[in-house]
């Protein structure tokens, strides 16, 4: 994995105006996000509870997971996507490493770290703000929660791509992901119940976002160990539901010749 | 002039026969402006819930369904997207065989826009019918309010197409520029009262917006049918200054056309 890193940045440096112009479309969107959280909080004090600290960090987290989607994710995806259907997957296949952790941590943009660099400071100020300072308890659980969802995340992604061994030509695949995404622009209590329990249960995109917000500002407060136990039950299951679903579309790949 | 309307439809016919073949993409690239109504609905619903008076910016819970309802509409029907794929068009090169033909190349483009608004229609239309059931929006709208909205919804399809148009061709320029439809879509959604209905915006953005454009793209005619424009010369103001938008949209096209034009032969030679 590190020489995959490596061989990013190597092709990165060389680019430099590239660099300076994606800082400022990062930098962009993030401004962008904030825009949102003061004109909403211009009009009202909160969202279902969660004021404006809340929200700054459900941006931050916000930020970090798209960063971290599109550092380690995406670009996997799509190449797997690419390989699918171009039936250079079979080179894959014959490396006598596991095919699905071969697939999954090939390619690595390293630039995107800017993204969650951004969204852990939005993240900390909006904790600060709430609190006062960073309670190092909230910090750990928030990792424990981020981490929960970001494979969780992975799943999601890793469904999506298997479905490509079925319906080939499925490469906007990955706008099916950003849209329902959006969604988890803010947090999940503003939405009506059973959005909610979809969004726990179908689509488990509360446990990306809200649960490990929920975690960063309030610590023990607003996540209880049923919470913690949850995000990390879904999380195991999804895994092995994913790479179940992995080995049933691998066995349908017919490859290049054949 | 009979030339040009008979290229026109067939680059509609062809238009229309692609976005067939591609039903599965563009059903996916409506999806988007379906799901950020509906999230900025519920954001702003439990905004108003928080307020004593269960009030946002003034509109009931009612009239904010009723406002993202109706932009939701507006906003499919004036989408443009040109300022996303000039850069690329340009940069691959895929722009020499189109400046060749005798047609600008914005013919094709514009029949392509709306042979991508008739093909999703299909299937956008029942999404709004459920949505509009979904979250209820109250309207409280006068008949002739309504057929002025018609006007001014035609003037925004319009407006939204040219001054999209006139932006992008910036890419001539700024070849390495992809961020021209970032921005350009980040300054629809807040200053084009996507995001929030623009009373809703801080003060400082809403002085920007009243000086720009955008807020004629989709907010003017949702707001006049919402009925929260109220007198017939507030709404004939609005639809002169969308006619006076497009007027310069167009001017400022075909002086930047002229240019580009030159600009691309020159350096591709």
Redesign the interface.
């Known amino acids: 994995m590190r020489l995959f890193a490596k061989v990013s940045i190597l092709n990165f440096a060389a680019y430099r105006f590239d660099m300076i112009v994606r800082m400022l479309v990062s930098i962009m969107h993030l401004a962008a996000d904030l825009i949102g959280v003061w004109t909403i909080f211009s009009n009202t004090k909160a969202l279902a509870g969660w004021k404006w600290q809340h929200l700054c960090v459900v941006v931050g987290v916000f930020r970090i997971v798209a960063g971290g989607i599109r550092m380690s994710i995406v670009p996997n995806m799509r190449r797997v996507l690419e390989d699918i259907m171009d039936g250079t997957l079979d080179f894959v296949l014959l490396k006598p490493v596991n095919a699905q952790y071969l697939v999954s941590i090939r390619e690595f943009v390293v630039w995107r770290i800017v993204d969650v660099l951004l969204g852990a400071i939005i993240a900390a100020y909006g904790c600060i703000q709430l609190n006062g300072y960073m309670p190092l308890g909230a910090v750990a659980l928030f990792v424990f929660m981020l981490l929960a969802g970001f494979i969780i995340v992975y799943c999601l992604w890793l469904m999506l791509a298997t479905l490509c061994f079925w319906f080939v030509r499925i490469q906007n695949i990955e706008m099916v992901f950003w849209n329902v995404f959006e969604a988890a622009r803010f947090p999940i209590v503003v939405y009506p119940n059973w959005v909610q329990w979809t969004f726990t249960f179908l689509i488990p995109l509360a446990f990306i976002i809200t649960f490990p917000a929920a975690a960063f500002t309030g610590g023990m407060n607003m996540i209880r160990p049923f919470h913690i136990a949850m995000a990390w039950i879904m999380a195991v299951a999804m895994f092995i539901l994913s790479g179940w679903f992995w080995r049933i579309g691998l066995r349908r790949y017919s490859g290049a010749s054949a | 002039m009979r030339q040009l309307a008979r290229s026109f439809t067939a680059f509609l016919k062809t238009g229309i026969g692609v976005m067939l073949q591609y039903r599965?993409?563009i059903v996916?690239?409506s999806?988007?402006g379906l799901?950020?109504p509906l999230?900025l609905y519920?954001?702003?619903?439990?905004?108003?819930?928080?307020?004593p008076d269960q009030q946002?910016?003034g509109l009931s819970i009612g009239e904010v369904a009723a406002y993202f309802f109706t932009i939701m509409i507006i906003g499919h029907l004036s989408a443009a997207w040109d300022t996303h794929e000039m850069g690329w068009y340009v940069r691959t090169g895929r722009m020499s065989p189109l400046l060749l033909r005798p047609i600008m190349p914005i013919w094709k483009s514009l029949a392509d826009n709306l042979s991508y608004k008739v093909c999703t229609l299909v299937f956008v239309g029942p999404m709004w019918i459920f949505f509009a059931l979904l979250i209820r929006p109250t309207f409280d709208t006068a008949a002739w309010q309504v057929a002025l909205g018609l006007v001014a919804t035609l003037l925004a399809i319009v407006l939204s197409y040219t001054f999209n148009y006139a932006v992008a061709l910036i890419a001539f320029w700024a070849t390495?520029?992809d961020?021209v439809g970032?921005?350009y879509f980040?300054l629809v959604?807040?200053l084009g009262g996507r995001?929030?209905p623009l009373p809703?915006?801080?003060g400082k953005?809403r002085w920007i917006a009243e000086a720009l454009p955008f807020q004629y793209m989709a907010y003017f005619p949702t707001w006049i049918f919402m009925g929260k424009v109220h007198t017939r010369s507030e709404v004939f103001l609005g639809l002169a200054a969308q006619l006076a938008w497009i007027a310069v949209s167009i001017l400022v096209l075909r002086l930047m056309w002229a240019a580009a034009v030159k600009r691309y032969t020159a350096v591709s030679g």
């Not at chain 2, 519920?42 to 307020?51: E, L, W």
């Open positions: 599965g993409e996916l690239w999806v988007w799901v950020n999230v519920a954001v702003f619903k439990a905004g108003a819930q928080s307020n946002i910016a390495k520029l961020a970032e921005i980040g959604m807040f995001f929030a809703a915006m801080p953005i």
